[in-house]
């Protein structure tokens, strides 16, 4: 079945003797001891949280998923998997919360080297004998940096260690890192998948059950950083239209990158479907679609920046990304002093409002600027 018609069908688990079309929420903690199915506390598995992982496993064309409570407590199992003393290589331009999870909680347990992705001599050049881990994410937050998920895989099988890729911002719908040669993808399902700003989670794909996925399962299981039967009820009736959803996404982003990189008043875009873009071949050659970001830096600096922001009616001005809403954001400001996104930098989520109607907006917003 295509990939629509699994987003639909797939984990929909029905037990109930009514028969309903929809699988109900269960929101008991507890089962009776015997039962059929062997349920017996939600914190280990629940029905709605088991569907969910079936139907995230199967988009990503993994053998098992395994649902968090939000995408950092998605990433942090991936680091509280290894073994202490880990070498860990990770890009220099990381998702900021995760890059925190890493230097902060991780500190003094694990060495992680960070490098320039799209640099695979610096990837090959930071491995070291005690390298377990290589983290990719592609496109990057918030600067749509492009990595060689296939280039990356090979160093990672050279260097025996698992290639986990942050899926977020392409969604299994334009790309699948698993099919490219990664071990592991990460969602922050508050984005694309939950896609109306209303339910935070995140997940975890595999491509086999080995020993690290048990460990993955053991810090789910008894890190306990699991999401609630009704978030995953949410979230798997959310997932339902997200093919529908990124293609529109894809495509609006794609027009909104297009005004931008021929605005007076634009300096430089950042999205891989612009032919311009440094990474577009690479991004061609493993991803169907380009994804709903689009990251642009303003003639000028951050008071220029955070102006035309505040010009804008339709844009929401907040942190996130992934809605249906677009929402607008000067990323630096979030991402504190040590941050690579230049200050001038504004990323944007493009919604799936009509186009004429964002393009309206931020014309009337560039001229008072
Ligand atoms: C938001 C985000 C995360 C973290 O997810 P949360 O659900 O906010 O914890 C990780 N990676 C990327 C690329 C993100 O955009």
Same mark, same amino acid.
């Not at 990503?60 to 998997?81: C, K, P």
């Not at 290589?134 to 496109?139: A, C, D, L, Q, R």
């Not at 899926?167 to 592991?184: E, K, M, S």
């Not at 339910?199 to 993955?216: Q, S």
């Given at each position: 079945?295509?990939?629509?018609?699994?987003?639909?069908?797939?984990?929909?688990?029905?037990?109930?003797?009514?028969?309903?079309?929809?699988?109900?929420?269960?929101?008991?903690?507890?089962?009776?001891?015997?039962?059929?199915?062997?349920?017996?506390?939600?914190?280990?598995?629940?029905?709605?949280?088991?569907?969910?992982?079936?139907?995230?496993?199967?988009?990503?064309?993994?053998?098992?998923?395994?649902?968090?409570?939000?995408?950092?407590?998605?990433?942090?199992?991936?680091?509280?998997?290894?073994?202490?003393?880990?070498?860990?290589?990770?890009?220099?331009?990381?998702?900021?919360?995760?890059?925190?999870?890493?230097?902060?909680?991780?500190?003094?347990?694990?060495?992680?080297?960070?490098?320039?992705?799209?640099?695979?001599?610096?990837?090959?050049?930071?491995?070291?004998?005690?390298?377990?881990?290589?983290?990719?994410?592609?496109?990057?937050?918030?600067?749509?940096?492009?990595?060689?998920?296939?280039?990356?895989?090979?160093?990672?099988?050279?260097?025996?260690?698992?290639?986990?890729?942050?899926?977020?911002?392409?969604?299994?719908?334009?790309?699948?890192?698993?099919?490219?040669?990664?071990?592991?993808?990460?969602?922050?399902?508050?984005?694309?998948?939950?896609?109306?700003?209303?339910?935070?989670?995140?997940?975890?794909?595999?491509?086999?059950?080995?020993?690290?996925?048990?460990?993955?399962?053991?810090?789910?299981?008894?890190?306990?950083?699991?999401?609630?039967?009704?978030?995953?009820?949410?979230?798997?009736?959310?997932?339902?239209?997200?093919?529908?959803?990124?293609?529109?996404?894809?495509?609006?982003?794609?027009?909104?990158?297009?005004?931008?990189?021929?605005?007076?008043?634009?300096?430089?875009?950042?999205?891989?479907?612009?032919?311009?873009?440094?990474?577009?071949?690479?991004?061609?050659?493993?991803? %169907?679609?380009? +994804? !709903? @970001?689009? #990251?642009?830096?303003?003639?000028?600096? $951050?008071? &220029?920046?955070?102006?035309?922001?505040?010009?804008?009616?339709?844009?929401?001005?907040? %942190?996130?990304? +992934? !809605? @249906?809403? #677009?929402?607008?954001?000067?990323?630096? $400001?979030? &991402?504190?002093?040590?941050?690579?996104?230049?200050?001038?930098?504004?990323?944007?989520?493009?919604?799936?409002?009509?186009?004429?109607?964002?393009?309206?907006?931020?014309?009337?917003?560039?001229?008072?600027?």
């Amino acid at each position: 079945m295509k990939f629509e018609t699994l987003a639909i069908h797939k984990g929909n688990q029905v037990t109930d003797k009514n028969q309903p079309v929809v699988q109900p929420i269960t929101l008991s903690t507890t089962f009776i001891h015997g039962n059929e199915t062997g349920a017996l506390y939600t914190r280990a598995a629940n029905p709605n949280r088991s569907s969910l992982e079936e139907l995230i496993a199967v988009l990503e064309r993994g053998e098992d998923a395994a649902a968090f409570s939000s995408g950092n407590a998605a990433g942090t199992a991936v680091f509280q998997a290894l073994e202490a003393g880990s070498h860990i290589i990770a890009p220099n331009d990381m998702y900021h919360g995760l890059h925190n999870s890493m230097t902060m909680l991780f500190k003094g347990v694990h060495e992680v080297t960070f490098v320039d992705m799209s640099d695979l001599d610096a990837v090959k050049a930071a491995v070291q004998p005690n390298t377990q881990l290589i983290w990719v994410e592609t496109p990057s937050n918030p600067l749509l940096k492009v990595t060689d998920i296939r280039k990356v895989a090979e160093i990672a099988k050279e260097a025996e260690a698992i290639l986990a890729c942050d899926n977020t911002f392409a969604t299994p719908v334009f790309q699948n890192p698993l099919l490219l040669g990664a071990d592991i993808v990460m969602h922050s399902s508050t984005k694309y998948f939950g896609g109306h700003s209303d339910i935070l989670g995140g997940a975890l794909v595999t491509k086999e059950k080995n020993d690290f996925w048990g460990r993955v399962r053991l810090v789910q299981k008894v890190g306990g950083a699991v999401p609630s039967a009704m978030d995953c009820y949410w979230l798997t009736r959310s997932m339902r239209t997200l093919a529908y959803r990124m293609k529109g996404h894809g495509e609006h982003a794609m027009i909104l990158a297009e005004y931008l990189s021929v605005h007076p008043k634009v300096d430089k875009v950042h999205y891989p479907g612009l032919k311009s873009h440094p990474g577009h071949e690479i991004a061609a050659g493993q991803m %169907t679609g380009f +994804g !709903g @970001v689009v #990251s642009f830096e303003v003639k000028g600096g $951050a008071a &220029e920046a955070d102006l035309l922001i505040q010009n804008l009616k339709l844009f929401a001005n907040a %942190t996130s990304l +992934g !809605g @249906v809403e #677009s929402i607008i954001e000067r990323r630096a $400001a979030v &991402e504190g002093p040590d941050t690579l996104t230049p200050p001038n930098l504004i990323r944007v989520s493009v919604g799936l409002e009509h186009t004429d109607d964002l393009l309206e907006d931020l014309d009337q917003a560039f001229a008072i600027l």
